[in-house]
């Protein structure tokens, strides 16, 4: 006799941000807006922290969901500030905890650094400021960006990256994030899959990104998350495409930060176009 399967929709959600880090619903919140949107699993990948995973988990146990544990770490290659999604990780593995503990420090330097700079443009009490709109220790640009709107110093986060904090302006201190294959080898070591996120946010031209790619796979890079938030069609193919070129695992997450931006919510981005092999094959035993 056959057995009758129940098809349910599967919705995976696998990048996003709570107040562990630059994101501005508790874990627990955010959980239940994922829930809400019908995502079916779902993994937090904070910046440089795993401290939101513990509130996520117990939460998603009570609603149902499952929370694949996962990180959005800072690196660099060839001087460019890369970021590399771990999936499925190992919370406990003491190679990531030795690198998320110098993340912590980097991010509180750079800060400091961050808030010299504002000072010379006129902004005091930046630091403080910035902290205040950060949950834990974890300093990133969009809680300095929250507070240049708080004190009327641009009208939106938008602008204060636009005018103070983006790419080569004042408050954009170029950190020495660990190297690219550092922060691979970390994830890996935690049994975690390594996705390259948002590639085509860096600004590299498609020459460019297939270095960085073959790079990326050299060192144990299993991942490309092909399908993201606030994404045209046409970009999807490209990634589509590149993920085919390099046999990478596809993933796909909204990166949702804030709830009033309908573009980034959580689960709400494109399927996975059919040629892709979803990344969650790599942990899910069918
Ligand atoms: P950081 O982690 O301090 O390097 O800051 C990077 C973060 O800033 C990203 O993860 C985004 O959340 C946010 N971000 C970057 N560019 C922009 C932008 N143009 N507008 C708003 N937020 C941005
Ligand atoms: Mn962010
Ligand atoms: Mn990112
Ligand atoms: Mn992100």
Known sequence: ????????????DLHCHSTASDGVLSPADLVTRAHTKGVTHLALTDHDTVGG????????AELGLQLINGIEISSQWQGINIHIVGLNIDIKASSLATLIESQHRARAERAEEIARRLAKLGFENCLQGAARYAGGDLLGRPHFARYLVEIGAVSSVNQAFKKYLGNGKAGDVKQGWPEFEQVIQAIKEAGGIAVLAHPLRYGLTITKLRRLLEYFVKHGGQGLEVVSGQQSSNETETLVGLGERFSLYASCGSDFHVPDQPWQ???????????CTPVWHAWSVS
Do not use: R
């Not at 995973?53 to 998603?60: G, S």
């Open 1 to 12: 006799m056959g057995s009758h399967v129940l098809e349910i929709a599967l919705l995976y």
């Open 53 to 60: 995973l513990a509130e996520a988990a117990a939460v998603a």
């Open 265 to 275: 919510d959580l689960g709400g981005f494109g399927k996975l176009p059919a040629p």
